[in-house]
């Protein structure tokens, strides 16, 4: 059977990076935007997926990062995706065997990017304490960490009392809404979850920390 899989980009070139960053951490950024020389963008709020990085043959590589994140969140995902960046600087047609999206190599460049921010001058006490942890071994996604998700949603202004949750937070079987139709949750599979629409009973993966309301 043929599984669909969601995905959504609308995004506006970004020009300054202070006003999405805590306070102390804007330079840093945007020294690392002009020693990467990346093409930077902030998105339009997506369900699927906090920020991304693409790169093509002959094209600048590209960051997204979605634009309603609080500024804890936006610096990680940030990080979280010059990280993809720096590898594909460091390891692109050296003839190596292909690097592993989140595989050793980006775990250990994205420590290296968390290190001069995570102190108590840029996140806050309940958060630190949770990244410092998380960073000795960096998952695919902070959704795959239910303390530090947890820590970091507490400073969110959106998405409050809705009544949503993370699909991964979900039991398997359990019927939710997503995107104005309804699924029922299936098995996780890395940093994405097998779900079945349950009107035409096709399959769709579907990103483990996207927004749903259980049924």
């Given at each position: 059977m043929k599984v669909g899989l969601f995905f959504f980009y609308s995004g506006m070139?970004?020009?300054?990076?202070g006003s999405y960053v805590p306070d102390g951490a804007a330079e840093y950024c945007q020294e690392l935007y002009r020693t990467h020389r990346f093409d930077f963008f902030l998105s339009r709020p997506r369900r699927t997926r906090l920020g991304d990085f693409t790169v093509k043959p002959g094209i600048v590589p590209r960051i997204t990062v979605n634009v309603n994140l609080n500024p804890y969140s936006f610096l990680i995902t940030y990080l979280h995706e010059v990280a993809h960046c720096v590898v594909h600087e460091k390891y692109k047609g050296r003839g190596r065997r292909r690097v592993a999206?989140?595989?050793?190599?980006?775990?250990?460049?994205?420590?290296?990017?968390?290190?001069?921010?995570?102190?108590?001058?840029?996140?806050?006490?309940?958060?630190?304490?949770?990244?410092?942890?998380?960073?000795?071994?960096?998952?695919?996604?902070?959704?795959?960490?239910?303390?530090?998700?947890?820590?970091?949603?507490?400073?969110?202004?959106?998405?409050?009392?809705?009544g949503k949750v993370c699909l991964f937070q979900l039991d398997e079987g359990t019927n939710f809404v997503f995107q104005n139709r309804t699924f029922t949750r299936g098995t996780l599979r890395r940093t994405r979850v097998l779900c079945t629409d349950k009107a035409s009973q096709r399959l769709y993966t579907i990103p483990a920390h996207a927004l749903v309301e259980a049924c």
């Amino acid at each position: 059977m043929k599984v669909g899989l969601f995905f959504f980009y609308s995004g506006m070139k970004n020009v300054s990076l202070g006003s999405y960053v805590p306070d102390g951490a804007a330079e840093y950024c945007q020294e690392l935007y002009r020693t990467h020389r990346f093409d930077f963008f902030l998105s339009r709020p997506r369900r699927t997926r906090l920020g991304d990085f693409t790169v093509k043959p002959g094209i600048v590589p590209r960051i997204t990062v979605n634009v309603n994140l609080n500024p804890y969140s936006f610096l990680i995902t940030y990080l979280h995706e010059v990280a993809h960046c720096v590898v594909h600087e460091k390891y692109k047609g050296r003839g190596r065997r292909r690097v592993a999206p989140h595989g050793a190599e980006w775990k250990h460049e994205f420590r290296e990017l968390l290190v001069p921010v995570m102190h108590e001058s840029i996140f806050p006490k309940d958060i630190l304490a949770h990244l410092l942890r998380y960073a000795q071994n960096p998952a695919a996604s902070t959704g795959g960490d239910q303390k530090l998700f947890n820590a970091l949603r507490k400073y969110d202004e959106q998405e409050l009392n809705t009544g949503k949750v993370c699909l991964f937070q979900l039991d398997e079987g359990t019927n939710f809404v997503f995107q104005n139709r309804t699924f029922t949750r299936g098995t996780l599979r890395r940093t994405r979850v097998l779900c079945t629409d349950k009107a035409s009973q096709r399959l769709y993966t579907i990103p483990a920390h996207a927004l749903v309301e259980a049924c």
